[in-house]
């Protein structure tokens, strides 16, 4: 077989990959992502269940996809304190973990992840204090005309104060690198 024939073949076969490839999206476009998705939460629910072994940590996981994306909870049972420890100050522990738990998804499934893992519960607490952060800015901004910095925070923090200000009618912005990302709250 020729080199130029070979190269058709290739071309061909890699045409016929990609058509049945866009078929099965276009005819379960929802399906791969929702079955991609599920199989992310399964990996990241045996990662976290085999860590809570190992650490002698008694906790439920419970698995949800809405959104586009997984969200994983880890719950104790009884009324305890023992996955306080794996939230840690200021929820950075809690952050460690989810990266970890990603990694472990990006290295069963070689698809980067962008799962949400709460635990106990913190992240819904966190997110009425972001709120309420949010409000404060927003009221700060309205009353001086002064654009007002907040503190560095997350991108998943960040996200839902940008949401937040959004939805009061003014304008934030991310600024600042790593761990000094912050947001600045401003009219326009």
Same mark, same amino acid.
């Given at each position: 077989?020729? @080199?130029?024939?070979?190269?058709? %073949?290739?071309?061909?076969?890699?045409? @016929?990959?990609?058509?049945?490839?866009?078929?099965?999206? /276009?005819?379960?476009?929802?399906?791969?992502?929702?079955?991609?998705?599920?199989? /992310?939460?399964?990996? @990241?629910?045996?990662?976290? $269940?085999?860590?809570?072994?190992?650490?002698?940590?008694?906790?439920?996981?419970?698995?949800?996809?809405?959104?586009?994306?997984?969200?994983?909870?880890?719950?104790?049972? /009884?009324?305890?304190?023992?996955?306080?420890?794996?939230?840690?100050?200021?929820?950075?522990?809690?952050?460690?973990?989810? $990266?970890?738990?990603?990694?472990?998804?990006? +290295?069963?499934?070689?698809?980067? +992840?962008?799962?949400?893992?709460?635990?106990?519960?913190?992240?819904?607490?966190?997110?009425?204090?972001?709120?309420?952060? @949010? $409000?404060?800015?927003?009221?700060?901004?309205?009353?001086?005309?002064? %654009?007002?910095?907040?503190?560095?925070?997350?991108?998943?923090?960040?996200?839902?104060?940008?949401?937040?200000?959004?939805?009061?009618?003014?304008?934030?912005?991310?600024?600042?690198?790593?761990?000094?990302?912050?947001?600045?709250?401003?009219?326009?």
């Amino acid at each position: 077989m020729s @080199a130029e024939s070979t190269e058709n %073949a290739l071309s061909d076969e890699i045409i @016929a990959d990609q058509d049945e490839a866009s078929t099965d999206t /276009e005819s379960n476009p929802k399906g791969t992502a929702a079955s991609r998705l599920e199989e /992310e939460g399964d990996v @990241a629910a045996d990662y976290l $269940e085999e860590l809570l072994d190992i650490a002698d940590i008694d906790g439920d996981i419970d698995i949800e996809v809405r959104n586009g994306r997984t969200y994983i909870s880890i719950v104790a049972e /009884e009324e305890t304190d023992s996955l306080d420890s794996l939230v840690g100050e200021d929820g950075e522990v809690l952050e460690a973990l989810q $990266e970890l738990t990603r990694l472990s998804v990006l +290295s069963a499934t070689e698809n980067r +992840s962008r799962l949400v893992l709460d635990i106990n519960g913190y992240r819904q607490q966190r997110a009425g204090h972001l709120q309420k952060i @949010a $409000e404060d800015a927003a009221a700060t901004v309205k009353e001086t005309g002064e %654009a007002v910095a907040l503190e560095p925070m997350s991108a998943y923090e960040r996200k839902i104060v940008h949401d937040a200000v959004a939805d009061l009618g003014l304008v934030s912005e991310s600024e600042g690198e790593g761990a000094g990302r912050h947001i600045v709250v401003s009219a326009d």
